[in-house]
């Protein structure tokens, strides 16, 4: 994938985690976001990268307006009490 311009990329994420993660990739020279959606897999020894345009809304977007510090994040639901 080569993308020119000046850009700005969501910041790396670990390739050995398998399942989804959603990447974005701001540029000037479109004036607008993309999220790409990247597939990590496995097989045998070999790790597959499937790479797709997200065309959804932003799966989650939280933005600080605040001078106060915040802090998120996110819980394994399946380790939540009922």
Not at 27 to 37: A, C, E, M, N, T
Not at 51 to 72: D, I, K, M, Q, W
Request: negative net charge; proline residues 5%; hydrophobic residues 35%.
């Amino acid at each position: 994938m080569s993308l020119s311009g000046e850009q700005q990329w969501t910041p790396p994420f670990l390739v050995d985690d398998i399942g989804e993660v959603d990447l974005k990739y701001s540029s000037s020279k479109y004036g607008r976001s993309i999220i790409f959606r990247v597939r990590v897999a496995l097989s045998g020894a070999t790790i597959f990268l499937t790479v797709t345009r997200y065309g959804g809304p932003a799966p989650y977007r939280l933005e600080n307006h605040t001078s106060e510090l915040f802090v998120a994040k996110q819980l394994d639901s399946a380790n939540l009490e009922e």
